[in-house]
C-alpha cells in the first residue's frame, strides 16, 4: 500500500502538530500492514473495500491507537472550539441538564422517594451519570463519518470512526462526574455526611458500570455510524426512542419502586443492570438483579461485537453513499437528540 499521509497533521491542540512518522513508522502507513480505513479530505469520506473479524479488527485498530488518539484530540479541540464561548457550554448544558431533571422529578412536579432520605439531587445525578455516558457518546459516535473530516488525507482503521466522533459526548460525561463530586462535597461540608462510598471493592463495581455503558454507546454508535452517513433519518428516529428508553431505565428513580410487572420490564432493558451497578458503589443504594445482570451482559456484548462485525462489513458502503454536508446537522451539536 503506498502511503498518501501529510508530512504532519493537527493534534487537537491548535497550531501543534504530530508527525506522521512518529505515528506510523518513518516510512508512513506504508509500513503497517493494510487494514480498513477511512481517508478524510475535503470530499466525501472515502473507506476501503475489506472486512476482517471482529477480533482482527480490535487487534488493527490498537496497532493504530496513536494515530487514533491524535485524531480523537483534533475532533475534540474542533469541538470545543467551534463556539465563542468554547467549553463553556458543555458546563451550562450539563449543569442544567442535571439540575432541570432534579427540579421536575425531585418535587416541583413529581416527588421521587430517594432511599435513605438523601437529597435528590444526587440520587439523580448518579443515575444521569451513567445515562448520559451512553447517551451522549453513543450521539456522538453515531456522526463519526462527519468528524473525521478534521483531519485530511490520513489512514484510519474504520473501527476508530465512532470512537473518535465520541470525543465531545465523552468530555461532557466526566463534565457531569465533576459536577456530582462537587455536590458531594457541598452536602458533606453543609450537612456532615458523605453521599460516597469510599470502598475500593463498591467503586470498582461503579466503574464496572460505567464501563459496560460505555461498551452499550459504541456498540450502537458503530450500528448507527454507517447509518447516519447514508441517511439523516436515522437521527430522527433516535429521537423518538431516546426518551422512551430513558423512563424504562432506572435513571431518575429506584428500581423497586416500580411494580411486579414493570420490574421485570425494566430489567429485561440491557442499561439497567449498569445503571443499578453505578448507585450501588457510589450510593450504596438498589440492587443488581441476576436476571437484569445476565440479560445485559448477554445484550451488550451480543451488540458491541455485532457493531464491530457492521460497520467493518458495510460501513464502506453506507459512507460512499453519503449525500454531502447537511446545514441541518452541522448547526446540532449533538447534545440534544
Known amino acids: 500500500?503506498?502511503?498518501?499521509?501529510?508530512?504532519r497533521i493537527p493534534d487537537g491542540h491548535g497550531q501543534r502538530t504530530a508527525r506522521v512518522a512518529d505515528l506510523f513508522g518513518e516510512h508512513g502507513a506504508a509500513d503497517v500492514e493494510f487494514v480498513p480505513f477511512v481517508v478524510a479530505g475535503s470530499g466525501p469520506v472515502a473507506v476501503s473495500d475489506y472486512h476482517p473479524l471482529p477480533f482482527r479488527a480490535l487487534v488493527e485498530a490498537w496497532r493504530y491507537r496513536k494515530v487514533g488518539w491524535t485524531v480523537f484530540r483534533s475532533v475534540l479541540w474542533a469541538k470545543l472550539t467551534q463556539a465563542r464561548l468554547g467549553p463553556t457550554w458543555i458546563v451550562i448544558q450539563s449543569f442544567a441538564s442535571m439540575v432541570g431533571f432534579?427540579?421536575?422529578?425531585?418535587?416541583a412536579i413529581f416527588s421521587v422517594r430517594t432511599p435513605g432520605g438523601m437529597p435528590y439531587i444526587l440520587y439523580s445525578m448518579v443515575g444521569m451519570m451513567g445515562w448520559q455516558l451512553f447517551q451522549q457518546t453513543m450521539y456522538m459516535s453515531m456522526r463519526g463519518f462527519r468528524a473525521v473530516k478534521v483531519v485530511q488525507d490520513l489512514p484510519l482503521p474504520l473501527l476508530w470512526v465512532?470512537?473518535?466522533g465520541s470525543a465531545a459526548g465523552l468530555v461532557r460525561s466526566l463534565v457531569g462526574m465533576m459536577f456530582y463530586v462537587g455536590f458531594v462535597l457541598y452536602f458533606w461540608i453543609t450537612g456532615?455526611?458523605?453521599y460516597l462510598q469510599l470502598s475500593p471493592r463498591l467503586l470498582g463495581i461503579s466503574a464496572a458500570g460505567l464501563g459496560l455503558c460505555l461498551m452499550a454507546a459504541w456498540g450502537v454508535g458503530m450500528w448507527l455510524a454507517p447509518l447516519y452517513a447514508w441517511a439523516i433519518d436515522t437521527r430522527y428516529v433516535l429521537r423518538l426512542a431516546m426518551p422512551f428508553w430513558m423512563f424504562v431505565t432506572p435513571v431518575l428513580y429506584p428500581l423497586d419502586q416500580l411494580g411486579p410487572h414493570m420490574r421485570i420490564l425494566v430489567q429485561l432493558n440491557p442499561l439497567t443492570a449498569p445503571i443499578e451497578m453505578i448507585k450501588v458503589g457510589l450510593l450504596g443504594t438498589g440492587s443488581v438483579h441476576?436476571?437484569?445482570?445476565v440479560v445485559s451482559l448477554t445484550l451488550l456484548t451480543t451488540i458491541f461485537f455485532s457493531g464491530i462485525?457492521?460497520?467493518?462489513?458495510?460501513?464502506y458502503r453506507l459512507a460512499a453513499l453519503r449525500k454531502g454536508v447537511d446545514s441541518d446537522d452541522d448547526q446540532d451539536?449533538?447534545?440534544?437528540l
Not at 310 to 315: A, H, K, N, P, S
Not at 333 to 336: A, C, R, S, T, V
Open 1 to 7: 500500500m503506498t502511503s498518501t499521509t501529510p508530512d
Open 102 to 107: 432534579a427540579f421536575i422529578f425531585g418535587g
Open 162 to 164: 465512532p470512537i473518535v
Open 192 to 194: 456532615g455526611t458523605l
Open 290 to 293: 441476576p436476571l437484569a445482570l
Open 309 to 315: 462485525w457492521f460497520i467493518t462489513r458495510y460501513g
Open 333 to 336: 451539536d449533538g447534545m440534544m
